[in-house]
T-cell receptor, first 112, second 111 residues
Framework: NAGVTQTPKFRILKIGQSMTLQCTQD?????MYWYRQDPGMGLKLIYY???????DKGEVPNGYNVSRSTTEDFPLRLELAAPSQTSVYFC???????????FGQGTRLTVV | KQEVTQIPAALSVPEGENLVLNCSFT??????LQWFRQDPGKGLTSLLL???SQREQTSGRLNASLDKSSGRSTLYIAASQPGDSATYLC??????????WGAGTKLIIKP
């Protein structure tokens, strides 16, 4: 039972480069989320999705894009990476809004 | 706007002690509140989920309570062990279905 799988675990980007963080869940969850966690801070919601084909902005969406073409996958795209995007990124999923969320292991991204 | 606060930011106690971690939230209109554990460099592990209609949940040595009227949740850890050392995060799910997070309490259990 894999749960929520994120790739890659680590990545170093140069300013202006682009990349996609992958997230897959095998629990048939409807809700999926992307968060970022900065040192000493709580997690901030970037984007979320309540089902395939539906996405919405969270608290800190600028500089990111997402898509949800299938129930399983919820990739996060960074365009024109900036140092301010250096953070740890977590993908999560839940069956609905009432149930608990399950998290991936995180992606540590450094933009230099 | 919902805000979640965890105090203290760090806590160090001797092994074997019972301890309480605090989580407060400003908007009582929550659907549920969840406690997580985060180990260094790792993801988040869900510990307990309390629905808005519940007062407490228990799992092993952990007990979480919820008091919506006062905007507080506590996580009680009994007979603490060095393996309990981690950062503990609480998150409140509000009316827009988003999770709002506290900054966490870093717990160190000294052998």
């Amino acid at each position: 039972n894999a749960g929520v799988t994120q790739t890659p675990k680590f990545r170093i980007l140069k300013i202006g480069q682009s990349m996609t963080l992958q997230c897959t869940q095998d629990m048939n969850h409807n809700y999926m989320y992307w968060y970022r966690q900065d040192p000493g801070m709580g997690l901030k919601l970037i984007y979320y999705s309540v089902g395939a084909g539906i996405t919405d902005k969270g608290e800190v969406p600028n500089g990111y894009n997402v898509s949800r073409s299938t129930t399983e996958d919820f990739p996060l795209r960074l365009e024109l990476a900036a140092p301010s995007q250096t953070s740890v990124y977590f993908c999560a999923s839940s069956y609905d809004s009432q149930t608990g969320a399950f998290f991936g292991q995180g992606t540590r991204l450094t933009v230099v | 706007k919902q805000e979640v606060t965890q105090i203290p930011a760090a806590l160090s106690v001797p092994e074997g002690e019972n301890l309480v971690l605090n989580c407060s939230f400003t908007d009582s209109a929550i659907y549920n509140l969840q406690w997580f554990r985060q180990d260094p460099g790792k993801g988040l592990t869900s510990l307990l989920l309390i629905q808005s209609s519940q007062r407490e949940q228990t799992s092993g040595r952990l007990n979480a309570s919820l008091d919506k009227s006062s905007g507080r949740s506590t996580l009680y850890i009994a007979a603490s062990q060095p393996g309990d050392s981690a950062t503990y995060l609480c998150a409140a799910r509000g009316s827009n279905y988003q999770l709002i997070w506290g900054a966490g309490t870093k717990l160190i259990i000294k052998p």
